[in-house]
């Protein structure tokens, strides 16, 4: 999957999504959370790219508040899970075409040449993959009965 790599994970601002039993541990009062306290539990990361990506392309909000410290229960992951399929959806049908700025984007930031051989219709197939990848996530979260925290920067 080209979008998670760590090269991007370095490039701006992250969303971390984590699962744990105890969120209020990672929840203190009037501060926030220490990177180093959770980085064993992360679920998946978003970059400010990933997150620019996905919304100029399908045209919508994000389904989470980005700059937030969120607490998210069973159902309320379920919910969240539901609001990234609707974005799958609509990446789905979208016209390839609309992919021309996300590829410029990941182009300027891959330096390798990884990206030379990649045509917008595969940087389309890769968003989809990585929804269905945080759908998948997301829905194993809600399964087994923790609590997923989502914190912003």
Known sequence: MLLINSELQRSGCVVDFILTENPLKFMPEGDWPVFDDYVDLILFQFTDIMIETFCNVTQSYLPFPQYELTLYRKGEIYALASQFCLWQYQLMKTQTFY???AYSIYKSIK???DLN???QEKMKHDLIETIHFI???LN???QSNKSLLIIGY
């Open 99 to 101: 992919f021309k700025d």
């Open 111 to 113: 330096k390798d040449g």
């Open 117 to 119: 051989n990649i045509s």
């Open 135 to 137: 759908i998948g996530k």
């Open 140 to 142: 194993m979260a809600a």
